[in-house]
């Protein structure tokens, strides 16, 4: 099998080595060239017409965000990887990428002693990220069969989501495709680091009519917001007296994850038993497969996002491929979905039990 071909882009000559050094020590991965700016970017993809690209975001001539919407305006598909700083501005940047067509992110190591460090640090980042979107999925989308939906189900009381790669621009299609806000509570794990989550939850609130918040914990679930689980926090939903409220917690990561899908979504079944829709959205891994199997067997109905529009069918394909899927629905079709599934719920009314 030939070697994952990738161009490097970064102005740093010393970011240029770290990169290039932590993806040659995987010899499933070649390192075919490097790129100062996204001017000579441009040209180089070209000519190399590379399997992956990694891309800086600030940059001198054409800056990454920049680069981006270039390749993608010229019809250049091949999966953008853009490398961001741990900050505010760094993460708004990050998602103004994704919404211009990056593929994913890593963030860069600013506080490490030494290059060997830095070196193991974007090695562990990058490279599952590299081989996730260049490779096959793991389930063939052939090989999968939805489940048959209980004809007594009830409309959900809430609604719980996964995502992870490609999950930003997910989750803006689908609220953003709302007419209304959904009259149940919706909470979420999206696999992000801190200020990330926070900046997302920012946007998410901007671009559709859901209320979006960062859970803060302790917050009572009402109908029509949306939590979005903050970076390094596992979300979970708890009953307290005669309300839900979120609860947040630095407990070991689950699926080498925190914040999980998978303790998200134990702690919902525990609440509201099958009274629950969830959605898994692209991703990386198969996190929340577990925890689903759990919600569809105390009667809650599942949706996975299909393989055709996922940037990686990993979390989604894993549900769909243990066959806890009701739907594999396209992007598109998932905001109706929604609207379909919670037809017959009151937004006035309070989740509680």
């Known amino acids: 099998m030939s070697p994952i071909r990738v161009l490097v882009v970064d102005d740093s000559v010393v970011v240029r ?24 970017a441009l040209t180089k993809v070209a000519a190399l017409k590379p399997d992956l690209i990694t891309m800086d975001i600030e940059m001198p001539v054409m800056n990454g965000i920049e680069t981006v919407r ?4 010229s019809g250049v598909r091949t999966p953008i990887v853009m490398f961001s700083t741990l900050t505010s501005h760094g993460a708004s940047a990050t998602l103004d990428a ?40 793991v389930v063939a989308a052939g090989s999968v069969r939805t489940r048959p939906a209980s004809a007594s189900a009830r ?3 809430a609604v719980v989501i996964g995502s ?34 926070t900046q997302l939850a920012a946007r998410l609130d901007r671009i559709g009519p859901s209320r979006v918040v960062e859970a803060a914990g302790n917050e009572r679930l009402v109908p029509g917001t949306v939590y979005v689980a903050p970076g ?50 692209t991703g990386m891994g198969s996190d929340g497969r577990d925890a689903t199997r759990g919600l569809v067997d105390a009667g809650g109905r599942m949706i996975a996002q299909d393989q055709a529009t996922s940037v990686v069918w990993g979390m989604p394909g894993a549900v769909a491929g243990a066959g806890l899927a009701h739907e594999i629905l396209p992007l598109d079709a998932i905001a109706p979905a929604l609207v379909r599934a919670t037809q017959g719920r009151t937004a006035g009314k309070e989740a509680v039990a």
């Open 70 to 73: 270039a390749l993608r305006r």
């Open 98 to 137: 994704l919404a211009s067509g990056a593929s994913d992110y890593a963030t860069k190591p600013t506080q490490v002693a030494n290059p060997a460090e830095a070196i193991r640090v974007i090695t562990s980042q990058l490279i599952p990220k590299v081989k996730a979107l260049c490779g096959a999925p």
């Open 232 to 281: 390094d926090m596992h979300l979970e939903v708890k009953q307290a007296g005669n309300a839900i409220i979120t609860s947040l917690n630095k407990g070991p990561q689950v699926n080498f994850c925190r914040p999980a899908v998978d303790v998200l979504f134990r702690s919902a079944v525990k609440v509201y038993g099958g009274d629950l829709l969830g959605v898994m959205l």
């Open 17 to 40: 080595r770290i990169v290039s050094e932590s993806l040659a020590s995987d010899p499933a991965i070649e390192v075919v060239g490097v790129a100062q700016n996204g001017s000579i």
């Open 164 to 197: 992870s790669t490609g999950g930003p621009e997910a989750l803006s299609k689908v609220f953003g495709a709302l007419a209304a806000p959904l009259p149940v509570p919706v909470v979420l794990v999206q696999h992000m680091p801190p200020m990330f989550t």
């Open 155 to 157: 409309p959900p009381r």
